[in-house]
C-alpha cells in the first residue's frame, strides 16, 4: 500500500504491508534495487546504513507486539530509502511510529529521518515500561502460588529483553554513521534532534539492562524456592514410607512360617506386635515432626 506526501522540500512515500505489487512499483518506478528489496523482504535484517549511486538506505528496528511470532514482544525492521527530493518507508508491518510525526517535524529529508528514530527510541522505552508491568503482575501471582504459565510468562519477557538490546544498539549505531555523512547534520535543528534521540536510546539501552537484571533475580529467586519445595517434598515422601514399611516388615516377620517368639500365646503376641510397632511409628514420627519434614 503506497501513500505519498509531498510537502516543501521532499516527497514522502510509505509504503506498509507491500505486496508483490508493491516491490514490483519500487523496482520499476522508483529504481530500487533488487538485492536492496531483498533485504526489505527480510524479518531478521539488522540495522545498517548502506550507500548506493543514486540513494541510501537505512534499516533500523522498531518494538512491535506481533501475536503472529513465538516472542510476542519483538522487533521488526523499518527500511528508509532517501534520495535528493525522496524519502520512502517500507515496512513488512504497520509501523504505527510513522504516523505520530507531525507535519512540523518534517522539514526536511534530514530532520524526518532523525524524528523517525527519535520516536523509535522513545517507543521502545514505552514498550519497557509495558513489559516491566508485566513482570511485576507475574511476580505478585507466583508469591500467591507457583504456576507454569507465570513462569513461561517471564521466560518470554526475558527474550523480549534480549531482542530489545539488540535493536537498539544496532539503531544507535546507524545513529553513529549518520552523524559521520557529511551533510546529513547541518543545521543546529538537525543536531539538537541526533542528540535528543542517542539520550532516548541511551536511556532506553539502562532500562533493559536494569530491568534485565530485576528479572534475573526474580527468577534465581523462584528457582530456587521451587528446588527448596521439591528437596522438602522428597525427604517428606521418603519419611513416610521409612514410616509405613516398619509395620509392614513387622507383619511379614511374624507372617513366616517359622517358630516365633510368643508365638503360643496369643495374646501375649499379640500386644508386644502392637507395642513395638507403636514405638518403632512413635520414634519415627517424633523424628520427623522434630526435623519438620511431615
Known sequence: MFITEKLKTF????????????????????????DTISDILDPDEQPRLEVEDDYKVIIVRFPIINRETDTLWHTEPL??????????????????????IK?????????????ILYYIAESYLRMLKALNKRVLESKKVLL???????????????????????????????LDKLEKVRGFVKTDEAAELAEDARIEFGQATEVVTSYSKMLKSIKETFESVINMDSNTNINRLTMWN??????????????????????????????????????????????ALRRRIV
Open 103 to 115: 507535519k512540523s517535524e518534517k522539514t526536511s529529508r534530514e530532520e524526518f529521518i532523525l524524528n
Open 242 to 287: 521409612i514410616i509405613l514399611v516398619v509395620p509392614t516388615v513387622i507383619v511379614g516377620y511374624y507372617g513366616m512360617n517359622v517358630k516365633l517368639p510368643f508365638a503360643e500365646y496369643d495374646q501375649v503376641a499379640t500386644g508386644i506386635f502392637i507395642f513395638i510397632m507403636v514405638l518403632l511409628l512413635s520414634f519415627a514420627l517424633f523424628g
Open 144 to 174: 500467591e502460588r507457583i504456576r507454569k504459565k507465570e513462569l513461561l510468562d517471564l521466560l518470554e519477557v526475558e527474550n523480549s529483553y534480549t531482542l530489545y538490546m539488540a535493536g537498539i544498539k544496532g539503531n544507535v549505531a546507524v
Open 11 to 34: 516527497s514522502w512515500v510509505n509504503v506498509g504491508n507491500p505486496d508483490h505489487e508493491d516491490f514490483e512499483k519500487l523496482q520499476t518506478e522508483y529504481k530500487i534495487d533488487e
Open 79 to 100: 527500511s528508509i530509502i532517501y534520495s535528493a527530493s525522496r524519502v520512502i518507508t517500507v515496512c513488512r508491518k504497520r509501523c504505527d511510529i510513522l504516523d505520530r
